[in-house]
């Protein structure tokens, strides 16, 4: 193109010029474009998070940024003590994720062989080992969603037109499913929200309340519901039995339930903790009654310690096109791998670590239940089911006269408060124990539960927790020396909550706040003056009163504790006493609270008159000296208050005029002359201040011996010599005190000029502000005509 440029311009100059444009603009448009590549690069990487940025991040860097996330920063405190337990078999399980990834690469002709292999030998070594027999098996993320899949399957096998009509079957005949009472929180309500199912599809079966376990599904009652049921034209679906309950393992009556649904033609679905022991030799019959169900849902994860390992629920069907619609089959590999973990960790442990992982959950339940039994004040609540694995108990001790079955019959009503406030009381002294046992033996992996009948109980529950933390036969003795430990303090503050209660009562000035999620002696707020007693909101005066009380008692150095917070159904400060180790003198801890709060109200008031008194005497004493100053310059001329001419006059005729300063008495709140001071130099001492009113008694206490203690006198545990050396002492004490008193008495005779000691001093800081108005004064010396 130069070339042809240069022969049509003969011009070389304009040739050049020519060529030398288009460099420029060359030069020109290249810098354009690289000024827009940077450009765009930056934008682009100002929208990208910053590990993304760059050419990446090498595996060192990722994996820490991983275990950061995982354990958080070293400063931060664990959210909590129990670690789980990964052993090998743990490794396993953890490396079959790895692998499922791994195979999932493969061909597909050997991808299929290889998850069909891993689903059959799965599904049949956990039928063979909890004796399922001809089952199949679906692997599942979510525990429900098991049961989920098998009430599609029940629909599609009892309305046979719902692929085709869809909800339009549902709608003319509705199916119902039958719940426990008893059954975990959450689980009806998941059940209809996957299936698009109404609430009132829902059954909820009570449980008994006369015969058999309260935690049991009432088979009479049930039989009714269905009967009933059908008389309205609804369709009784499936019945979800509990082998072993959520909250204390109690197992339904299976087998009753089993017969009850081939009647009716309902599904039988089985869930529960006690369906691992049927990998056991021995198994009780409640719980063998289970294989004969439709389906169960089994949880080897916790049971075998295993995590990240999936739920099964294996269930009993022929037509598998049915399984295919309903979702328990699928023909995807990447479902079939979910066994992968478990058919390795299967292998890993073989049939005698499975069994032995079982079977030593078992023995550590039955190893707490039978140690618990011999402990007093301990109810455990699962006696009947010797077989069960799941420990609940809780502390209890009945009040004097009481009759232990009111806990479950209507009472009247006196007697039905006082059992409502001992129950109220338990309630939160086993919800002490509980987290105080999680803290001292963090390997039982106990948890608090609230029941509805029983209250608040503390629930063991090795087969769900036992393999995951290692726990072992020294944990649950040390579990159960722990709860020995603890039941003295648990009865002698149940003792004194009462006592605690009618002493407030009887008190002036203290209102006792019922409070039932404080497992304490009690709690008690200070009514002053002021207190609007129908107000919920903040109350700040209360607030500052009850600070100072709590310093005080602190300041005590009591075996008792004391905090301070809001009431239980208002923003009003309060103060909250903690547990009793020992017998406490109630009477007197009541009679300090009212006295201290007392005397901090009135220092208080004290504090805020006297700053109002203190401020109206300096503007009065302002006043009061300029007046004496206008007085002054009358007497004296005003000649004599200019510089030099005043000092010459002064000097020839000098001005006699008496010292007329004002001096504030705190005590009397008024203004005083300070003649009296500088003429006789003496100062007034004013009125006397009442005494701070103090407790009606002064206890005695022996040395060493730390507040509200019961006194020792008169026990047996004191014999009688050791009290009358005990009094001598005391009055050999009073005697050298009034000798003192005596020996002072009478120095203060023997020098009269020696100035009686102050009868009372006012608070330090005003007794500094008065210092300060009197030596704010000059001080003048006394007029030789005086003397």
């Given at each position: 193109?130069?070339?042809s440029?240069e022969?049509?311009i003969a011009d070389?100059?304009?040739a ?31 929208d ?9 991040q ?6 820490q ?5 995982m ?5 931060e405190?664990?959210?909590s ?8 078999q ?11 990834a791994?195979?999932s690469?493969?061909d ?5 062989k290889l ?9 049949l070594w ?16 979510e ?13 599609h096998s ?9 909800f ?11 719940l ?10 998941y ?9 009132p599809c ?13 935690h049991?599904?009432d ?14 034209g ?11 309950t959520?909250?204390?393992?109690h197992?339904?009556k ?18 529960g903790?006690?369906?691992?022991t ?10 063998l ?19 990240a390992?999936?739920a099964?629920?294996?269930y009993?069907h022929?037509?598998?096109a049915?399984t295919?619609?309903s ?6 590999p ?6 992968l973990p ?5 292998q890993?442990l ?10 030593h ?12 039994k ?5 109810k ?6 010797l077989s ?26 006196a007697a ?8 109220h ?18 390997m039982s ?14 629930r ?6 036992a393999a ?12 159960v ?6 039941l003295?303090?648990l ?6 909550r ?11 000035g203290?209102l006792?706040?019922d ?19 129908s107000?919920?909101k ?20 009591s075996?008792?504790?004391f905090?301070?917070?809001?009431e ?13 180790s020992?017998?406490?003198?109630i009477?007197?801890?009541?009679e ?8 901090i109200?009135?220092?208080s008031r ?14 009065e ?12 310059l ?8 200019i ?6 006059l ?9 010292q007329k300063g ?6 009397a ?6 003649e ?25 206490r ?27 002492d005391l ?20 020098h ?11 608070p ?22 005086l003397?």
């Open positions: 193109m130069d070339a440029l022969k049509k070389p100059t304009l050049e010029m020519g060529k030398n444009l288009k460099e420029a603009m060359k030069m020109l448009e290249d810098s354009q474009r690289r000024t827009e590549e940077e450009n765009g690069k930056k934008l682009l990487s100002g990208i998070p910053g590990p993304l940025q760059g050419s990446g090498d595996m060192v860097s990722i994996l940024l991983v275990q950061n996330l354990h958080g920063d070293e400063d405190q664990p959210q003590t129990r670690i789980q337990n990964i052993g090998e743990g490794h396993i399980s953890l490396l079959g994720h790895s692998l499922g791994y195979i690469t493969l597909k002709e050997k991808l299929r998850t069909t292999r891993i689903l059959s030998d799965t599904t956990l039928c063979r080992i909890f004796r399922y027999e001809n089952g199949c098996a679906y692997f599942h993320e525990e429900r969603e098991g049961l989920a899949k098998i009430c599609r399957l029940a629909i009892r309305y046979e037109d719902f692929v085709v009509d869809g339009n079957v549902l709608y003319n005949r509705k199916p119902v499913l039958y426990s009472a008893a059954a975990r929180p959450g689980l009806g309500q059940l209809c929200n996957q299936l698009g199912l109404p609430f829902l059954c909820r079966v009570p449980c008994n309340t006369v015969f058999g376990s309260q049991q599904m088979v009479a009652f049930l039989e009714k519901l269905i009967k009933d049921d059908i008389e309205r609804k369709l009784p679906l499936l019945l979800v039995a509990n082998a072993g959520a909250a204390v393992g197992t339904d299976i087998g009753r339930l089993k017969e009850l649904c081939e009647q009716y033609g309902i599904w039988l679905h089985v869930e903790v006690n369906l691992a049927l990998a056991l030799g021995y198994v009780s019959s409640s719980v009654a289970a294989t004969k169900c439709d389906s169960m849902t089994l949880t080897p994860g916790p049971w075998l310690g295993l995590p390992v999936p099964v629920t294996l009993k022929d037509d598998p049915l295919l619609v979702g328990l089959t699928s023909n995807k990447a479902d079939k791998l979910r066994a478990l058919w390795l960790s299967l890993y073989g049939l005698d670590g499975i069994v032995e992982r079982i079977k959950a078992c023995q550590l339940s039955q190893r707490l239940q039978e140690s618990l011999k402990v007093n004040h301990i455990i609540l699962v006696e009947d089911e069960s694995p799941v420990v609940v108990f809780r502390f209890f001790q009945e009040l004097p006269g009481s009759d232990p079955g009111l806990n479950a019959i209507p009472a009247p009503s039905a408060s006082a059992v409502g406030r001992e129950r009381s338990c309630d939160a002294l086993n919800r002490w124990l509980g987290e105080q046992l999680k803290q001292l033996v963090p992996g106990l948890t608090v539960m609230d029941l509805e009948v029983e209250g608040t109980c503390v063991f529950s090795p087969l769900m927790t995951v933390l290692g726990t072992r036969g020294e944990d649950v003795d040390q579990l020396a722990c709860v020995q430990s603890k003295p303090v009865t002698c503050t149940l003792q004194l009462e006592e605690f209660k009618q002493e407030v009562e009887a008190t002036a203290l006792y706040v409070d039932p999620n404080w497992p304490g002696i009690g709690v008690v707020r200070y009514e002053h003056a002021n207190d609007d007693k107000s919920l903040l109350d700040p005066e209360g607030e500052k009163i009850h600070a100072g009380l709590l310093k005080k008692l602190n300041e005590l150095e075996d008792l504790t905090k301070m917070g809001p239980y159904k208002s923003m009003k400060s309060c103060i909250y006493i903690g547990m009793a020992d017998d406490i003198d009477s007197e801890l009541v300090t609270i009212a006295v201290t709060a007392r005397e109200e009135e220092d004290l504090l805020e008159n006297m700053t109002e008194v203190v401020r109206k005497g300096i503007q004493a302002q006043v009061q000296l300029q007046k004496a100053n206008e007085e002054r009358l007497e004296e001329g005003v000649l004599r208050q510089p030099v001419v005043g000092s010459v002064n000097w020839f005729s000098p001005v006699q005029a008496s004002r001096t504030f008495n705190l005590t709140g008024s203004l005083e002359s300070t009296h001071t500088y003429v006789y130099k003496v100062q007034g001492s004013g009125v006397t201040p009442p005494q701070t009113p103090t407790g009606t008694r002064t206890k005695q022996l040395p060493g011996q730390k507040p509200f203690k019961r006194s020792l006198r008169g026990s047996d545990a004191i014999s009688e010599t050791s009290s009358v050396g005990h009094i001598e009055e050999k004490m009073e005697q050298s005190s009034g000798g003192q008193e005596a020996s002072e008495a009478n120095s203060h005779e023997r009269p000029e020696a100035p009686a000691p102050p009868e009372a001093e006012p330090g800081a005003l007794q500094d502000g008065a210092q300060g108005l009197q030596d704010d004064r000059p001080q003048v010396e006394e007029p030789e005509s003397r």
